[in-house]
């Protein structure tokens, strides 16, 4: 489950301004320099945005101009005049446009965030100014529109159920994962019989071949080359041409490799190979028994590797079907409760899955350059619908999280930092710090918040 951000900077973003101040739009492994994956301005929904319009008297609008003034007055430092000496009419002309913006941060903030308590309702987003009107010794008009979280009601929500599979792990399930492990322990050893190669057997090979009509193509050469007869990976022409050969043998073998092949110089083409049958091996499975356990960890016995097994087994199923489980009931829920969101949350999230997404490009070897050539347009579209299920399983989980008296404690999300702090190697006390200024922990405290209730609900599923 993503973590979806409720509550917005209740600050005013002034249409002349767009600096964005206190907005800190980098991001942690790259730049992103051109912020073509942020959506800027977006559009409201209009069942869930209300506007508000301030009025503030002409006298406040100019006891204000006249303080912002002064305190510029008195630190500015303008060439031809003693600190504190600068003519009033200098310091308007120098930074007027200053003065104007701390006046607005002045007058509005706290007159909107009263406005907003007064009616009743949970600013989301960032408030967008419709209209401002603004000059010293004039009354101050201002209109903002923004969007709120909707008021819905979760009334039956413990009737609400889906399927919940057994976590149960089969006996099919456990041998297949000791099967595994064995495989990965297992030896290739030569077989000194004189016999002929059968399925399960192992060839040694070299071999040349030639691309078929394509004389631009080099030849396809490799020596001690293991072949699995029969084996999943083998191409059916090897296992056919190997099958029944000897130590010894020269084969010629026609190979048609498909369109999908892992090797793009081969992908659909025909090569022509001579092949020599250099060695027979057998692979080895180590037998299961004390030692095989001693080998694979700190295990006493086969006994102990075998719970331990068990209980890998049962916590990986167990997690997997809670979490799939999780999803389908979250599907349920929110088919049941209809409710507007905010389109400020949904491109939010919008956001974050981007981020995701460009982090994990990063990863593979992917350049900022060539993520500045990727359609965000498009990008943003194919996250909408997937943004808008998380973000509405969130206003869902909080409010069964409020009526079911959930909290989070102190320990628990201390607990939450330490781990963090491992993930990333970060000193805690740094990462603490750091999540504390951008308002992380608060996030973090939400989200473990929204996975404890959706872990109640899943538990009080009929089995």
């Keep these: 489950m993503d973590n979806s951000e409720q509550s917005g900077d209740t600050a005013l973003e002034h249409d002349h301004d767009h600096s964005h101040e206190g907005h800190d739009h ?49 630190y500015a430092k303008i060439p031809g005049f003693r600190p504190g000496k600068v003519p009033e009419a200098v310091i308007t002309r120098r930074f007027g446009n200053d003065i104007r913006k701390e006046v607005i941060d002045t ?39 923004f969007e709120y979280l909707p008021d819905f009601s979760i009334e039956g929500y413990q009737g609400v159920h889906v399927e919940k ?6 006996e099919e399930e456990y041998a297949a994962e000791l099967t595994q492990l064995r495989e990965s322990r297992a030896t290739i050893e030569p077989v ?97 028994n004390d030692d095989f356990a001693k080998e694979l960890g700190n295990y006493e016995t086969f006994a102990d590797l075998e719970k331990r097994i068990r209980e890998y087994l049962t916590n990986r199923k167990q997690a997997s079907v809670e979490e799939d489980t999780r999803n389908r009931l979250l599907e349920a829920l929110a088919a049941k409760f209809v409710f507007p969101v905010p389109e400020s949350l949904v491109q939010q999230q919008i956001d974050m899955r981007l981020e995701r997404g460009l982090r994990a490009l990063a990863a593979q070897g992917m350049t900022e350059d060539q993520m500045r050539k990727l359609d ?24 069964i999280a409020a009526a079911e008296g959930l909290t989070i404690t102190e320990e628990e999300v201390d607990r939450e930092v330490h781990m963090a702090a491992l993930q990333s190697r970060e000193p805690v006390e740094q990462l603490q710090a750091r999540l504390t200024a951008d308002g992380g922990l608060a996030r973090i405290r939400e989200q473990l918040l929204r996975e404890k209730t959706a872990h109640l609900l899943y538990e009080r599923l009929p089995a």
């Design 26 to 74: 980098s991001h942690e492994g790259h730049s992103h320099a051109d912020e073509a994956h942020h959506h800027h301005g977006p559009v409201l929904n209009p069942e869930c945005t209300r506007e508000l319009v301030l009025d503030i008297p002409a006298a406040e609008v100019s006891k204000a101009y006249k303080a912002v003034a002064a305190n510029y007055r008195r």
């Design 107 to 145: 007058l509005l903030p706290e007159r909107f965030n009263k406005a907003v308590l007064e009616l009743g309702i949970k600013l989301v987003g960032q408030p967008q100014v419709a209209e401002l009107t603004l000059n010293d010794g004039e009354p101050l008009h201002a209109k903002a529109l």
């Design 165 to 170: 599979p057994t976590a149960d792990v089969a």
């Design 192 to 288: 000194e019989d004189d016999r002929a190669l059968t399925d399960g057997d192992w060839a040694q090979i070299s071999y040349a071949g030639n691309v078929k009509d394509d004389e631009a193509a080099p030849p396809v050469a490799g020596e001690d080359a293991l072949v699995e007869i029969g084996g999943k990976e083998t191409l059916s022409a090897f296992n056919d041409a190997l099958r029944g050969a000897k130590v010894g043998q020269e084969l010629q073998v026609e190979v048609l490799y498909p369109a999908d092949y892992q090797e793009p110089k081969l992908a659909g083409k025909t090569v022509a190979y001579n092949v020599t049958v250099k060695a027979i091996k057998k692979r080895i499975m180590p037998e299961l």
């Design 376 to 399: 965000f347009t498009r990008l943003r579209g194919a996250q909408r619908d997937g943004a808008m299920a998380e973000v509405k399983s969130a206003l869902i989980l909080d409010k």
